[in-house]
């Protein structure tokens, strides 16, 4: 098997095992930081309703802890994300640069 093949077989291979062990963690923790995210959001929507007397203002409060809800729903799954598919691309960039810095020399 010529060397550039022999690379790309071990590499896409580590690659997937990675890929894999990393969406399983993803799914095994995604739960737990979901209702750490929700149990926030709850206890922010209480506190809401404790301290603004009028329906407008409590809206505008629990609309805002809303969008912080979702935003760190999108944080905690950008982060399962880049967990699993991070490091096989920062291994491929790495081959790159140096295969590019070596033809330029």
Known sequence: MADGRRFW????TAAAAWI???????ALTWSD???RVNGEFEAARR???????????R??????HEIVRS??????LF???LIAFGP?????AVWLFIRIYRRLR
Do not use: H, S, W
């Open 71 to 76: 935003g760190n729903r999108n944080q905690i």
């Open 33 to 35: 930081a979901l209702a």
């Open 47 to 57: 506190d809401c309703v404790a301290r603004y007397p009028t329906p407008e203002r």
């Open 79 to 81: 982060e399962r994300v």
């Open 20 to 26: 894999m062990v990393g969406g399983l963690y993803g």
């Open 88 to 92: 096989p691309a920062a291994g491929l």
């Open 59 to 64: 809206k505008r409060c629990i609309d805002l």
């Open 9 to 12: 077989t071990i590499f896409g």
